[in-house]
C-alpha cells in the first residue's frame, strides 16, 4: 500500500484547509482511514478517523471544526480543517488500515504533510 498525500500549506488563523491521501495498490480492502498530527515539540496525536461503516470520530480538540471523510471509489480520505488555530501547526498524517487475504490486518502511514497557521 501507498499513501499519497496532499494539502496543507501556510494559512492564517481562522482559515481553512483541506488534506487529502490516497490509497493505491491491491491485493487488499481498506478498513479505517483517518488523520494523525504533530505538533512541534509534540507526540504525535490522533485526530480524526472515518470507519468502512461510514462512522467518524474526532479528538475533542477539533470537534466541531474539522471534518473527516472519504471516497471510497477512490480510496481517499480528506480532512477539511476551518476555523484554524495556531495550535493546529502540525505535520498531519493519514493513516489507512487495511485487511489482505487471509484476514491479516495492518497500518499504514502517508508521508506527512505541514500544516502551518499563523496568528
Known amino acids: 500500500v501507498q499513501l499519497q498525500a496532499s494539502g496543507g500549506g501556510l494559512v492564517q488563523a481562522g482559515g481553512s484547509s483541506r488534506l487529502s491521501c490516497a490509497a493505491s495498490g491491491s491485493g487488499f480492502s481498506i478498513n479505517d482511514m483517518g488523520w494523525y498530527r504533530q505538533g512541534p515539540g509534540k507526540q504525535r496525536e490522533w485526530v480524526a478517523t472515518?470507519?468502512?461503516?461510514?462512522?467518524?470520530a474526532y479528538a475533542d480538540s477539533v470537534k466541531g471544526r474539522f471534518t473527516v471523510s472519504r471516497d471510497n471509489a477512490k480510496n481517499t480520505v480528506y480532512l477539511q480543517m476551518n476555523s484554524l488555530k495556531p495550535e493546529d501547526t502540525s505535520v498531519y498524517y493519514c493513516r489507512v488500515r487495511v485487511t489482505y487475504s487471509g484476514n491479516y490486518q495492518t497500518y499504514y502511514w502517508g508521508q506527512g504533510t505541514l500544516v502551518t497557521v499563523s496568528s
Open positions: 472515518a470507519a468502512s461503516d461510514g462512522n467518524t
